[in-house]
C-alpha cells in the first residue's frame, strides 16, 4: 500500500477588471438564487488549519499577507497540488500537466488524492506551454482565495496579473529552483497547516531512511543521472542541484565525482556532455530517463553511449515513461514512491548488485 500521504500592466488591469465585474455579477446571480455553495466547491479540509492568521510569506516577489484560512485554493506550476493535498486541501483549480499524461488530466497520484480525500475534482488551467503563459480568465472563473505557485516559471507581470484575482504566493528566489521540500514546506505553511507539512517531510525521510536500511549495499556507490539526446550527439546530465539525483542520496548512494568534474552548468540543475566526451563519466551507475518503452529497450546500444564505462559494464537503471520521470524529476509529496519511480530504481539497483 502506498503511503499517504500564494507591476500590474494597464492592458493585464483591464482584462482582469472585466473578468472580475463578470465574476462578480456572477456571484451576484448565486446569491439571489440558492445563496449557497456545496462544500465540494470550497477546498476540501479547510477546516484544519492549526497556525493562526493572519500568515505573510516572503518571495522573489516581495511579501503576501493571507489574512485568513483559505478556503478556495488553486495552484500553478508543479508540486504545490500534491503538498496541499498532503496536509489535507484539495485545491479547487490546478495546472494541467500535458508532458505528463495529456490535457484536461490530473496525473495518476493526485487524482488517487482527491479520491481518498472524497473531493470534488479540481478545475484543470490550460497550460500547453509548461508555465510560460497563464490563463488568467480561468483562475477568475475558479474564484481561489489563494494561488500558490512556489515551484513555477512565474513573471514579475504574470504574478501581479494574478496578485489582482487572488493573493499568489511565489518562488522564494528563481523560477523553477525550489526544492522539492521546500515546496512542502511553503505550501502547508500558507494553508496554515505547518505542522501537518512538517508531519509530511517526516514521512518522507522516514521513508527514505527505510529504504535505505534495506539497501544497505547502496553506501556509498556513485551514479549518473541521464537523458540521452541522439539527435544532438549529447546527454544531458543532473547535477545534484536537481531533485531527482538529491532525493536517492538519501539512500547512501551517491552523485558520481566524475558529474561536478565535467559539470559546465554554472550552478545550474544539469549541463550537456558531448558524445565525443562519454568516456570521462565515470560512475558505478547510470540511471537513464527514457520516455517511450522503445527507447527504454533500446537504450546503451549505440556505440556512442557504450563509451561511458557504466554503461559498457551493464550497469543501468532505466525509468521508463512520463509518468514514472515525472514522480521523482522532482519528486512531491505525493509522487516520492510512486510505484514506477523511487521504488522502482531501488529494485534495479538491489538487482544489479545481487548479480555482482
Known amino acids: 500500500m502506498r503511503r499517504r500521504r500564494s507591476l500590474t500592466t494597464a492592458v493585464g488591469l483591464a482584462a482582469v477588471g472585466t473578468l472580475m465585474l463578470t465574476a462578480c455579477s456572477g456571484d451576484a446571480e448565486l446569491e439571489a438564487g440558492s445563496g449557497e455553495e456545496t462544500a465540494a466547491e470550497e477546498s476540501a479540509g479547510s477546516a484544519g488549519a492549526t ?19 483559505p478556503q478556495r485554493v488553486a495552484t500553478w506550476g508543479w508540486g504545490s497540488t500534491e503538498a496541499a493535498l498532503a496536509v489535507g486541501v484539495a485545491p479547487v483549480g490546478v495546472a494541467e500537466q500535458v508532458f505528463t499524461v495529456g490535457e ?3 496525473v495518476p497520484w493526485v487524482a488517487e488524492e482527491y479520491e481518498a480525500l472524497g473531493a470534488e475534482e479540481p478545475v484543470i488551467f490550460t497550460d500547453p506551454e509548461a508555465g510560460a503563459s497563464v490563463p488568467y480568465e480561468e483562475f ?28 499568489v504566493v511565489a518562488y522564494p528566489e528563481n523560477p523553477w529552483t525550489t526544492p522539492w521540500d521546500e515546496t512542502i ?3 502547508a505553511e500558507a494553508l496554515g497547516r505547518s505542522e501537518a507539512g512538517e508531519q509530511v517531510l517526516s514521512d518522507i525521510d522516514a521513508y527514505f531512511a527505510d529504504l535505505a536500511a534495506e539497501h544497505p549495499e547502496l553506501e556509498g556507490e556513485t551514479f549518473a543521472a541521464i537523458v540521452d539526446s541522439p539527435s544532438e550527439g549529447q546527454v544531458y546530465v543532473y547535477t545534484p542541484a536537481d531533485p531527482r539525483v538529491s532525493i536517492l542520496e538519501k539512500l547512501g548512494i551517491e552523485s558520481a565525482p566524475a558529474v561536478a568534474e565535467l559539470d559546465t552548468s554554472d550552478g545550474g540543475f544539469f549541463y550537456a556532455l558531448s558524445y565525443e566526451e562519454l568516456d570521462k563519466l565515470e560512475s558505478d551507475v547510470v540511471i537513464a530517463y527514457t520516455y517511450t518503452e522503445s527507447e527504454a529497450e533500446t537504450f546503451g546500444e549505440s556505440d556512442e553511449l557504450q563509451a561511458v564505462p557504466a554503461i559498457a559494464d551493464g550497469n543501468v537503471v532505466k525509468v521508463v515513461g512520463n509518468v514514472a520521470v515525472s514522480s521523482v524529476s522532482p519528486p512531491t509529496a505525493l509522487s516520492y514512491d510512486w510505484p ?12 544489479l548488485y545481487d548479480e555482482s
Do not use: R
Not at 493562526?52 to 484560512?69: D, K, L, N, Y
Open 185 to 187: 514546506t511553503i505550501t
Open 340 to 351: 514506477d519511480g523511487v521504488p522502482a530504481i531501488v529494485d534495479q539497483l538491489a538487482a
Open 104 to 106: 484536461q488530466a490530473l
Open 51 to 69: 497556525d493562526e492568521f493572519p500568515v505573510t510569506m516572503t518571495h522573489a516577489f516581495g511579501e503576501t499577507t493571507i489574512e485568513s484560512e
Open 140 to 167: 477568475v472563473e475558479a474564484d481561489p482565495d489563494l494561488i500558490l505557485a512556489p515551484y513555477s516559471g512565474l513573471t514579475e507581470e504574470q504574478y501581479d496579473v494574478l496578485s489582482d484575482i487572488a493573493p
